[in-house]
Structures are given as C-alpha cells and as structure tokens.
C-alpha cells in the first residue's frame, strides 16, 4: 500500500507548545516505551498505552482528549475513549481542510473540474465583478498549497463568529476574493490561509451544484460509512443569534456549518466521528480505496499527501494539496487546532487519530491541547508499530 486571548497568555502558551513538541521530539529519538531489560518486547497496546501514560506525565493537556486510535493493516490495535464513546463526535477544526481537498480531487475524477491547472476565473464565473484579470488567473493548485496570496486567518476564533470582518459580511466569497484582489499577487511563497481554503469550497458548490457538506455524503462519506443522518449545516448571517446557531451546533452529531450563501466552512468545525477520522486517514493510505471501491483517484491521493511546495516558518515540514508532509518522519498529517490529529505512515502501513475536545470557555483558547503536540504524540504511537511488511 502506498504510503488569546491577553497578549501574556499566548506567549506563555506559545512557550508550552515548544516545550511540548521538544519533549515529544525527545522522546521519538529515545524510544520513551523501549524496555531492554525484558526478555521480550511489549505488544504494540502495551507500548502505546505506556507512551502516552509517559506524555501526559510530561505534558499538560490530556484533558482535553476524547480519542486515540491506532490502525495497523486495517485492523484496530489500540482504541481508547477518554469521557466519551465511538459515537460522540467533536470538531475536528483544521482537519477539515483534509476533507475539502478530496472533494476537490474526487470533483476532479468526474470531470465536474477540468483539474488543478484551472483557473479562479474559469472556476468561479458567478464573481467575475470581483476577479481582477491577476487573481481571476490563480490557478487551483495554488489554492490547494496555500501560494495564492490569500489572507491568513489568526488560530483565534471559534463558531461564534471571529474575526468579525469576515463573519459580518453578507458575502464570504466575495469578500475573499475582493480582500485577494487587493492584496495582489505576492511572492509566490507558501503562506497558510483559511480564507484560501474556504474559496475551495466554494469551487466545490460551484462545480457540483450543491453543498460540499450535501457532495461529502454523497461521494465520501456515504461510500466510507460514515454517517451522517440528518444533516446540519445552518448558515451563519449578518445579524444572526450566533450564540442559538452555536447551541444547535453543540447539539448536532454530523455537523458542517456554511457561510451565508450555504457554502459550509472548508477549513473548520466539521464535527466527526474519531473512527471517522480513521477512515479519511486510511482512505489516503490505501490511495483511495475502500472496500475495493476507488473513492478519490490513486492520482489524487498520492499526489495530496506528497509533498509539492516547501512552507515557511514550519522547519522541513512540506505540504501537499491541504496535507502537511513530514518527510523526516515520513508520515503525513491532517491537524486540527486545539489537539485533533490523523497522522498517516505508509511505511508502517498504519494511521493514528488523537481527537480532542475544545471548549468555547476554555481558558487556554485553542492552545489547550495544541495541534503540533497532538501529532507528534501520534507519530510517536505510530513509531510503537513494526515497520515489516505483512
């Protein structure tokens, strides 16, 4: 198979995270389960469960987590629940970014996209009054790497409705597109856009005629079971109660919200499932099939979760159509703010999911159990797994 809030806190959170992730990277080097005085080693379970009894030691945040699975050959090796069962689901936050491309890549398999070489202006027709001839130019593929200029987004916000500038305005695409415009067309770089993403999905309702959320039941998530019954997907609006819309939300299980115009948010607060999550993940590994049905294209499975731009700021860290690579590791990676992972390594033919839960009135803000650590604790889970070839 192929492969916050003050100023203050988030410099001290900011200073946990890096310790978080010099601990893990530590102990990924060392081997924190490795017992050579035994005659034997430890079963994958037992070496998984000591490490994250070792991490959470270590390292603060294990509240926050619901979830940890482990999947190796397709076959569950390690699940645990923290204060939750398989059928709770939770926001998965930037792990959302996973599932808009691969309605962008399965788009593309029938033909509703002519490919990543189209256009902002031949994809987008409905915003041609917003499109200057530079940005109605931008090709899809520099969407899907975040090399397209688009705003960044800060981590801070949640469903009620930050920052305001975006969720005030009667039209996101637009707004989008007219900030992009303004902007110009940069350097070229990687610089990592929420904003960027959700014209993505856009694209997808554009081209498909629906919803994302209505196209991700039809073409993934019904062929992956994964259910969904009865779709929400309330739509934010200028003026709108955004505390009864983060009620319904909270109380929803399968859940997407949209912007005004009904295009859910592709970036953020698609609620799943953690087994879910392990199904996308193990979608990717076996290169879009399951259950001997190609759901997205080989094509596009290896070549999302390859690397194809460098990014900045993030070390050797790569990325891939709204995958981070980590070729050091080798492994690839969807994160989610506030601690949600699926981490993929197609050398151990395996896939480990960390989900977290994030309270609006956590104090910690996103930062209560951060995305980095989250995945660095499952690729040190993953490292638990014998890397032979069944």
């Not at 859940?255 to 295009?263: R, S, T």
């Not at 999550?277 to 999302?304: C, F, P, R, Y």
Request: aromatic share 8%.
């Amino acid at each position: 198979m192929a492969r916050r809030d003050q100023q203050g806190s988030r410099g001290r959170a900011g200073t946990r995270i890096a310790l978080m992730c010099a601990v893990i990277a530590a102990l990924l080097v060392s081997g924190c389960s490795s017992t050579p005085s035994l005659p034997e080693e430890p079963q994958p379970a037992d070496a998984i469960r000591e490490d994250i009894e070792t991490i959470f030691r270590t390292l603060y945040g294990e509240a926050a987590v619901r979830a940890v699975l482990v999947q190796q050959h397709g076959e569950l090796v390690f699940e645990e629940y923290r204060e939750s069962t398989a059928e709770d689901t939770w926001d998965v936050r930037g792990v959302t970014r996973a599932v808009t491309s691969t309605l962008i890549g399965i788009a593309i398999d029938r033909g509703l996209i002519s490919g990543v070489d189209a256009t902002l202006g031949q994809l987008l027709p409905d915003y041609a009054a917003v499109l200057t001839p530079e940005t109605a130019a931008v090709q899809l593929k520099a969407v899907l790497t975040h090399t397209a200029n688009f705003a960044p987004m800060s981590e801070e916000r949640d469903i009620r409705g930050t920052p305001a500038d975006l969720y005030a305005q009667p039209d996101w695409v637009a707004a989008i597109l007219a900030d992009r415009a303004s902007r110009g067309p940069g350097d070229g770089r990687f610089l990592f856009s929420d904003p960027g993403t959700h014209i993505l999905a856009a694209i997808i309702a554009e081209a498909t005629g629906m919803s994302p959320f209505r196209f991700a039941d039809e073409v993934l998530f019904d062929p992956l079971d994964i259910d969904t019954a009865p779709l929400w997907e309330e739509r934010f609006a200028p003026g709108g109660d955004p505390q009864e819309l983060l009620r319904q939300y909270q109380e929803a299980d399968v859940a997407w919200p949209a912007d005004p115009q009904g295009v859910n948010l592709g970036y953020t607060h698609l609620r799943l499932r953690p087994p879910d999550l392990l199904a996308i993940g193990q979608l990717m590994l076996d290169e879009g099939v399951w259950d001997d049905e190609q759901v997205v294209s080989a094509t596009w499975a290896v070549q999302a979760t390859s690397p194809v731009v460098a990014t900045v700021g993030y070390g050797t860290i790569a990325y891939g159509y709204q995958w981070w690579v980590d070729p050091q590791r080798g492994v690839f990676y969807a994160q989610g703010e506030g601690g949600t992972a699926v981490v993929v390594d197609p050398v151990r033919d395996a896939v480990a999911v960390i989900a977290s839960e994030v309270t609006i009135d956590d104090p910690r803000g996103n930062h209560g159990f951060a995305s980095a650590t989250a995945v660095g604790l499952a690729a040190l889970l993953l490292a638990d797994l014998s890397d032979d070839a069944e």
